[in-house]
């Protein structure tokens, strides 16, 4: 399996421009060197402290999903190993930001070097509690949350713009992608079943 397989199937159900992202993303920089040899396979790996880097394709469709722009400020919930911001960094480019927060402190320094070595500038990973969002530098055009939450964190609601786009993950055994929209009210579509690992925290399955 090589990096150009990985995208071979993705071709004409994928956005052109998230397909072009991701292959600008050699996820290779971002799998731990016990499963380099399946980092173009189209599945979740182990990344360590039980967590894992989502599949390609999860990545994919969750970053169709929020239809990112040139200069969008977007917040990342579940750095992870970095990659799923990495790719979202490649659509909002140099005018664009990317926040990513990560709980586990291991996990903010290993995401932190690999999109060091991607040569990825435009992401910063801040070590916290992601159910509560990053008040600091809000509002954002999108968020985007990589593990499942119980039901839409209250405080992501608040952070997100006007006209903004949030893709998260709600359910504990039975989990359903849900892209909110925020308007005046909000409109929530239930996607896809999934399958993440759990959103700890205060406004995760622990609080
Ligand atoms: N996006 C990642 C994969 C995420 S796995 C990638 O591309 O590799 C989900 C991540 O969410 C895990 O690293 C886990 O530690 C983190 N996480 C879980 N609850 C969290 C919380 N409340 N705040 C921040 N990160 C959290």
Same mark, same amino acid.
């Given at each position: 399996?090589?990096?150009?397989?990985?995208?071979?199937?993705?071709?004409g159900?994928?956005?052109?421009?998230?397909?072009?992202?991701?292959?600008?993303?050699?996820?290779?920089?971002?799998?731990?060197?016990?499963?380099?040899?399946?980092?173009?396979?189209?599945?979740?790996?182990?990344?360590?402290?039980?967590?894992?880097?989502?599949?390609?394709?999860?990545?994919?469709?969750?970053?169709?999903?929020?239809?990112?722009?040139e #200069?969008?400020k977007?917040?990342?919930i579940?750095?992870?190993?970095?990659?799923h911001?990495?790719?979202?960094?490649?659509?909002?480019?140099?005018t #664009?930001?990317?926040?990513?927060?990560?709980?586990?402190?291991?996990?903010?320094?290993?995401?932190?070097?690999?999109?060091k070595?991607? #040569?990825?500038?435009?992401?910063?990973?801040v070590?916290?509690?992601?159910?509560?969002?990053?008040?600091?530098?809000?509002?954002?055009?999108r968020?985007?949350?990589?593990?499942?939450?119980?039901?839409?964190?209250?405080p992501l609601?608040?952070?997100?713009?006007?006209?903004?786009k949030?893709a998260?993950?709600v359910g504990?055994?039975?989990?359903?992608?849900v892209?909110?929209?925020?308007?005046?009210?909000?409109?929530?579509?239930?996607?896809?079943?999934?399958?993440?690992v759990?959103?700890?925290?205060?406004?995760?399955?622990?609080?």
């Amino acid at each position: 399996m090589s990096h150009e397989n990985l995208f071979e199937g993705m071709k004409g159900r994928v956005d052109e421009m998230v397909l072009q992202a991701m292959m600008k993303v050699n996820r290779e920089l971002f799998v731990p060197n016990a499963c380099k040899s399946l980092a173009y396979a189209d599945m979740p790996l182990p990344i360590g402290h039980g967590q894992t880097i989502s599949a390609p394709h999860m990545v994919a469709i969750m970053v169709q999903l929020l239809d990112l722009r040139e #200069g969008m400020k977007v917040l990342d919930i579940g750095a992870g190993s970095g990659y799923h911001a990495a790719v979202m960094a490649q659509l909002v480019g140099s005018t #664009g930001y990317i926040y990513s927060v990560e709980i586990i402190p291991e996990l903010v320094k290993m995401a932190g070097e690999n999109l060091k070595a991607a #040569g990825i500038e435009n992401v910063t990973v801040v070590q916290g509690d992601g159910s509560l969002g990053l008040p600091e530098y809000a509002p954002y055009d999108r968020i985007n949350v990589a593990a499942s939450a119980p039901e839409v964190p209250k405080p992501l609601m608040d952070q997100l713009a006007k006209g903004g786009k949030m893709a998260v993950p709600v359910g504990s055994y039975y989990q359903e992608l849900v892209l909110v929209t925020k308007e005046d009210g909000s409109t929530t579509q239930r996607l896809m079943a999934v399958a993440f690992v759990p959103l700890v925290g205060r406004f995760g399955h622990e609080g």
